[in-house]
């Protein structure tokens, strides 16, 4: 795990030092490392055909391949949008 060193306040009784964990750092002032996650199109198809059919709510959907919700709907408007022209 990768740690920051930082001052911290005088209030906080830890002296001149602290050790901030990455993770907390990346919650607290949205540090981001990285790249972004990529999605190839037969993940995306496959999600948005689930959220056509209706069966699952966007949320569990989301849960289940770990996607967020609003990136779900943008699939299945595409899938929609791009449906009839096939």
């Known amino acids: 795990m990768s740690f920051m060193v930082l001052r911290c306040p005088p209030k906080t009784g ?3 030092k602290c050790i901030l964990s990455l993770p907390y750092l990346k ?3 949205g ?3 990285g ?3 990529t999605y ?3 993940f ?3 999600v948005a055909l689930e959220a056509v059919k209706g069966e699952k709510t966007i949320t569990q959907i989301a849960s289940d391949f770990g996607v967020h919700p609003n990136q779900i ?3 299945r408007a595409h899938l ?3 449906l009839p022209e096939m």
């Open 14 to 16: 830890q002296g001149l």
């Open 27 to 29: 919650r607290r002032y």
């Open 31 to 33: 540090i981001m490392l």
């Open 35 to 37: 790249m972004r996650k």
């Open 40 to 42: 190839d199109a037969a």
């Open 44 to 46: 995306k198809a496959k």
């Open 73 to 75: 709907r943008q699939w």
């Open 80 to 82: 929609l949008e791009v």
